[in-house]
């Protein structure tokens, strides 16, 4: 999958994330913030490269604010804001 803009998907609510996709010609970059982050940091980030793993995705900057979401929450959102980068939605 080829990331052609900007998108974003979820909120800033509690137990939800906010994620937002762009292009980016330098492979992989991910930002997290969480409330959890010391918890579940690394599980996070994990669920983030096996959904671009799994939709392959190359080359993206992804920022996330987590706010307590669960892993299939997490899965949405960034699925959705990739379709929408893609221009699917």
């Known amino acids: ?20 996709v762009e292009p980016n010609d ?6 997290l913030t ?7 940091g690394e599980d996070i980030e994990r669920t983030v490269r096996e959904v ?4 392959d995705v190359k080359r993206v900057k992804i920022q996330l604010k987590d706010r307590g979401a669960v892993e299939c929450a997490i899965r949405a959102r960034i699925e ?10």
């Open 1 to 20: 999958m080829e990331i052609k803009k900007k998108a974003t998907a979820g909120t800033l609510e509690s137990s939800d994330i906010f994620v937002q």
């Open 26 to 31: 330098n492979g992989i970059e991910i930002n």
């Open 34 to 40: 969480s409330i959890v982050y010391n918890q579940f």
């Open 52 to 55: 671009l793993s799994e939709f």
């Open 80 to 89: 959705t804001a990739l379709r929408r980068a893609e221009g699917m939605e």
